[in-house]
């Protein structure tokens, strides 16, 4: 695994190591090797620069965080400067976002504007949007704080395509919805419904060989 995946991993939501100590090896290029406790001789995972990999594996692992809720602004004016107008008072409040979806509403010249953020940051962050909903016009706000985040990690993403429909295909036939996608160039991210949370990892898990030694 390089240091890269590992670092995604850490920051979304995986507990394998603490993400400074991932950090300075990268920095120094110190290769790690993480080890169960639990059996005796293990192989571990060696944690290395890429370059070093010889075989680098589509999909290196799957992370999820339960401490998500999201939010939505349902029918704001499709303007410039919507976003800003509607961040603005969540970042003064010193709320941290995550994820950030805006699509077309069913009306036209209108346009929904979704997020999520830590749990214990939900009530105030929905107030905020309470607050301005009338001062934007908006036609209001749904809240779900039963929600997580799913993610795929792999570098082999950038040379294989197609990763991101198999996941999608493999969500679909455990018929588990999906409601806000993120993508980076290594990593896909999914919020779904919480209680889909073992169903979808496990599914995953099998579906990309993660679960074969």
């Known amino acids: 695994v390089s240091y890269e995946e590992m670092l995604e991993m850490a920051?979304?939501?995986?507990?394998?190591?603490?993400?400074?100590?991932?950090?300075?090896?990268?920095?120094?290029?110190?290769?790690?090797?993480?080890?169960?406790?639990?059996?005796?001789?293990?192989?571990?995972?060696?944690?290395?620069?890429?370059?070093?990999?010889?075989?680098?594996?589509?999909?290196?692992?799957?992370?999820?965080?339960?401490?998500?809720?999201?939010?939505s602004l349902i029918g704001v004016p499709d303007e410039p400067g919507i976003a800003f107008k509607i961040l603005k008072p969540i970042s003064e409040a010193n709320i941290e976002v995550d994820m950030i979806v805006q699509s077309v509403s069913a009306r036209e010249g209108l346009t929904n504007f979704a997020f999520t953020v830590h749990r214990s940051d939900f009530d105030k962050a929905q107030a905020i949007l309470q607050g301005i909903c009338d001062e934007l016009s908006a036609m209001g706000v749904q809240t779900d704080d039963k929600v997580v985040k799913v993610s795929l990690v792999g570098i082999g993403m950038r040379s294989h395509a197609g990763i991101a429909a198999q996941m999608f295909e493999v969500l679909h036939q455990e018929n588990i919805n999906i409601q806000m996608i993120s993508t980076s160039e290594i990593k896909i991210s999914v919020v779904i419904d919480e209680k889909y949370l073992e169903l979808a990892v496990r599914s995953l898990h099998s579906a990309f060989e993660l679960d074969k030694e």
């Open 11 to 71: 920051s979304l939501g995986s507990k394998v190591l603490q993400i400074r100590s991932v950090e300075f090896a990268s920095k120094y290029k110190v290769p790690l090797r993480v080890l169960s406790s639990l059996i005796d001789n293990p192989v571990g995972t060696l944690i290395t620069s890429e370059e070093n990999i010889m075989e680098q594996a589509v999909i290196s692992g799957i992370a999820h965080n339960i401490d998500e809720a999201k939010l």
